[in-house]
């Protein structure tokens, strides 16, 4: 065979062999670096985390009093310390932070009787938000949190003084119309009214308001559209 047939029969080759001709020479294969990236970090154990500061929600705060409370003023101090009781000790737009939880929307209700009152809040969707099992927290979103018994069962709650109760809404509330009541469920030792305070915080805004609560007596306090 002569040298032009070779050549065409060794370029041909491939093509009948299925491609398994292999040149005179190998090249070397380029390894590709893949880099994976590694997966997040996994948390192990409880973070602390700072309370974060109240989301502002659309609406105004403009509670209209149905029963006999009047607004009551309150006083605030950057650098006061928050302890419980109802009101913004220092001026942050939450209300007794650091013991019982508060958000867009708050309900914070206080007294200095031994009487075990009630706070009980209807949402706009018709729950009544109250201390009883499978109502403390709504569908809405919104939870008491706090029940305070005065003094009828001091072995459960042997403080006395420092009588609270909240609800509250950490995200967005439902828009509508919301009432909230005040109940004097047992006088205990007390005799007579009992007076307290009923705070209302939305968006950082509060506004506070006082009453008396006969014993046995449930008054609607504030309602408002929102
Ligand atoms: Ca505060
Ligand atoms: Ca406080
Ligand atoms: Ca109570």
């Not at 109502?135 to 069962?153: F, H, N, W």
């Not at 909230?180 to 509060?206: I, P, Q, R």
Request: hydrophobic letters at 35%; one cysteine or more; proline letters at 8%.
């Amino acid at each position: 065979m002569k040298k032009a047939v070779w050549i065409v029969a060794l370029v041909a080759l491939p093509g009948l062999f299925g491609g398994c001709f292999v040149r005179g020479y190998a090249t070397v294969p380029t390894v590709e670096a893949h880099v994976v990236a590694p997966p997040p970090p996994t948390i192990v154990g409880s973070v602390s985390v700072s309370t974060p500061p109240p989301p502002t929600i659309v609406g105004t705060l403009s509670p209209v009093v149905v029963g006999t409370a009047q607004a009551y003023t309150t006083t605030c101090n950057p650098n006061a310390a928050e302890v419980l009781n109802g009101i913004d000790d220092n001026c942050n737009g939450m209300v007794d932070e650091g013991f019982v939880g508060t958000g867009t929307l708050q309900f914070a209700l206080s007294w200095a009787s031994t009487a075990d009152l009630d706070l009980h809040v209807f949402d706009p969707h018709g729950f009544e938000i109250d201390y009883e099992d499978g109502q403390r927290a709504s569908p809405s979103g919104g939870q008491l949190d706090r029940d305070d018994r005065g003094a009828c069962y001091t072995e459960e709650d042997p403080i006395v003084t420092d009588n609270s109760e909240n609800v509250y809404w950490a995200g967005n509330p439902p828009g509508g119309h919301y009432s909230v009541h005040v109940h004097n469920y047992d006088a205990c030792n007390s005799y007579g009214a009992t007076t307290f305070v009923l705070t209302v915080l939305m968006g950082g805004e509060a506004q506070a308001f006082q009453a008396t609560v006969q014993p046995g007596e449930d008054t609607e306090v504030i309602s408002f559209d929102l």
